[in-house]
C-alpha cells in the first residue's frame, strides 16, 4: 500500500512538491482553502477582463524548465512564453522615463544616453552578476537550509566579502547617475528587503533582469498554475479545493492527520505549503518551533495594495511592466522597513497585460494592474485604498500625459485585509520572508519541523525564499527531505 502525503496549500510552492512526490511514488492529496486553486497566483475574470491577482513577471526560464524536465516535459508542453520587448520601462518624472529593452547591448545604450561611461561598468556588473547566478540558481539555491556548511564552496569562499557588502553599496560605487542607481537596485525588491539590506552576492537578480531577460505566458501567469495541476493530475495526485485545514493532529510527537470541514484524513506525512506561521497555529502550542516573538523580529517583505482596473480604451505611453519612481525611494522604503505607515508620496508598479496579450482584455480596451508596496499589518480600510488610488492615478495620467480616470469601468482592490483573510498570510505579507543576510539558507524557518515527526513545510517563509523560481524550488527541496526521510526508516 502506498504511503499517504497530504499536502496543505495549492501555490506553486505545493503543486510542486506534489509533483515530485507522486513521481516518487506516493500517494498525494492537495487541500487548498480557496475555490480556485494557486495560492498567491490566482486570477480575477471579470466582463471579459483577465487579471492577475498575484506574480505578473516572469524572471528566470531557466528555472520552469528545469522543473518540468524533471519529468521529462517542457514548458512548451504546457503553455506558451513570449519574451517582452521593452522588458520594462522607467518613469522618473513628467517626460523622463527610460526603456529597459530585451538584450544587454541595448540597455547599454540607454544606460549611456544618461551617464557617459556607464556602459563600461555594466557589462562588468552582469558579469559579476552572471557568474554569482551561475553558482546561485544551479547549485546553492537548491540546497535544503541544514546546514551552514551548504554555504561553503571553493566558488562562494572566493565571494565572501560579497556576503558582507550590500547590493546599494556596490551599486552605487560604480554608478553615479540616480536613475540608473534606481533601476539596478530595483530587482532585489523582489527578494523582499531594501538594497542597503541585501547582501551584494545576491546581484544575481541583475542578470535574471537584463542577462536572462522578462517574458510572459500568453494568457497570464496563471498558466504557470495550470500547468502544474495538469502534471499533478497526470501523476495522480488528488486536488480537494474549499478545503480549509482547521487542524494538524499530533499523536506522540508524529503527525497523525488533519482535520477539514470537520472530517479527519489520516496521513503518513503533512507537508505544509500554506503560511508557516498560520501553520504552526494549527498544531498544539506544545508542538510549534516558532514562538510569537521570533515572528516578530523576523524581517518580512512588504504587503501590497492592488488594484484591478478595466479601461474602456488603450493607454499610451506605458508598456506591459511600467515602473513609477519619480518620488523618493529612501523615503517610501522607511515607511515600510523601519517606521512602518502608509506611505506618503509611494512609488508604485503597473501592469497593462492587454498591451501584449490579446486574451487580457476585450479589443479596444486595456486591463490594467496597479500595486503600491506597503509595510505588512498596516490598518486597511476601504477610505485607505480610495485616498492611495487616487494618489496615484492622478500622478498616473500627468506623468503619462492622458486622461483616464473618465475611462475607468471598474476596478476592483486586494490588500493587507485580503491577504490574510485569502491566504491565513502573516500580517497580510505579499512576498513571505525577505532575504536578508540573517535569513537567509540555514538561517530561515526549517523546511523539516524540529518538534513534530513527519511534519515538513515549504514555500515563501522557508528556503530558498520569496519570489515564483524560488516556490517551486522550495517544493523540490521538501520532496526530496520526505523521500529521504522514507529511505532512512526502511
Avoid at 487580457?360 to 485604498?385: V, W, Y
Wanted: a positive charge; one cysteine or more.
Amino acid at each position: 500500500m502506498k504511503q499517504s502525503i497530504s499536502i496543505i496549500g495549492s501555490g506553486f510552492s505545493s503543486l510542486a512538491a506534489s509533483c515530485y512526490l507522486a513521481k516518487a511514488g506516493f500517494d498525494v492529496t492537495v487541500f487548498e482553502k480557496n475555490k480556485d486553486i494557486g495560492g498567491r497566483a490566482r486570477q480575477i475574470k471579470k466582463e471579459g477582463f483577465t487579471f492577475d491577482i498575484g506574480p505578473t513577471w516572469y524572471w528566470m526560464p531557466d528555472v520552469f524548465e528545469r522543473f518540468f524536465t524533471d519529468f521529462n516535459k517542457s514548458v512548451s508542453d504546457y503553455y506558451t512564453l513570449e519574451k517582452l520587448n521593452p522588458a520594462y520601462s522607467v518613469y522618473f518624472g513628467r517626460n523622463d522615463s527610460i526603456t529597459i529593452e530585451d538584450s544587454l547591448e541595448k540597455i547599454c545604450i540607454a544606460f549611456e544616453k544618461e551617464e557617459p561611461g556607464s556602459s563600461v561598468a555594466l557589462k562588468k556588473f552582469i558579469e559579476t552578476a552572471k557568474s554569482n547566478y551561475e553558482i546561485a540558481i544551479k547549485d546553492l539555491v537548491y540546497k535544503p537550509g541544514v546546514s551552514p556548511l551548504e554555504l561553503i564552496t571553493p566558488s562562494t569562499i572566493l565571494r565572501l566579502n560579497q556576503f558582507f557588502s550590500t547590493i546599494k553599496r556596490d551599486v552605487r560605487k560604480a554608478f553615479h547617475n540616480d536613475k540608473l542607481v534606481k533601476i539596478l537596485e530595483f530587482p532585489v525588491l523582489f527578494l523582499g528587503a531594501k538594497p542597503s539590506d541585501t547582501p551584494s552576492f545576491y546581484n544575481f537578480m541583475n542578470y535574471a533582469d537584463f542577462g536572462l531577460g522578462t517574458f510572459h505566458p500568453v494568457k497570464g501567469m496563471y498558466q504557470v498554475i495550470l500547468a502544474l495541476e495538469s502534471l499533478a493530475k497526470e501523476l495522480g495526485v488528488t486536488i480537494k479545493t474549499e478545503h480549509p485545514v482547521e487542524k494538524i493532529v499530533v499523536e506522540n510527537g508524529q503527525a497523525k492527520s488533519l482535520i477539514s470541514k470537520g472530517k479527519v484524513f489520516d496521513s503518513d506525512i503533512i507537508v505544509s505549503g500554506a503560511d508557516y506561521h498560520h501553520t504552526e497555529l494549527l498544531l498544539d502550542k506544545s508542538y510549534r518551533q516558532y514562538s510569537e516573538k521570533f515572528w516578530m523580529k523576523k524581517t518580512f517583505a512588504p504587503s501590497s495594495l492592488l488594484f484591478y482596473v478595466g479601461f474602456d480604451k488603450k493607454l499610451k505611453n506605458v508598456d506591459h511592466h511600467t515602473l513609477f519612481f519619480d518620488t523618493d525611494f529612501d523615503r517610501h522604503a522607511e515607511a515600510i522597513y523601519d517606521q512602518p505607515k502608509w506611505p506618503d508620496n509611494p512609488l508604485f508598479y503597473a501592469s497593462f497585460p492587454s498591451i501584449t496579450d490579446a486574451h487580457a482584455a476585450p479589443k479596444g480596451k486595456e486591463a490594467g494592474i496597479f500595486l503600491i508596496p506597503l509595510a505588512p499589518g498596516l490598518e486597511d480600510t476601504d477610505e485607505l485604498r480610495s485616498l492611495y488610488f487616487n494618489k496615484i492615478i492622478e500622478r498616473f495620467e500627468d506623468l503619462t500625459s492622458q486622461n483616464v480616470k473618465n475611462h475607468i469601468i471598474f476596478k476592483t482592490s486586494f490588500c493587507i485585509n485580503d491577504f490574510i483573510n485569502d491566504y491565513n498570510s502573516y500580517k497580510g505579507n505579499a512576498y513571505g520572508m525577505a532575504n536578508t543576510l540573517m535569513q537567509t539558507a540555514f538561517l530561515r524557518p526549517k523546511l523539516k519541523s524540529k518538534k513534530v515527526k513527519n511534519l515538513f513545510f515549504t514555500g515563501q517563509l522557508t528556503v530558498p525564499g520569496p519570489g515564483v523560481p524560488p516556490s517551486l524550488i522550495s517544493g523540490k527541496l521538501v520532496a526530496e527531505l520526505v523521500i529521504k526521510h522514507f529511505s532512512l526508516k526502511k
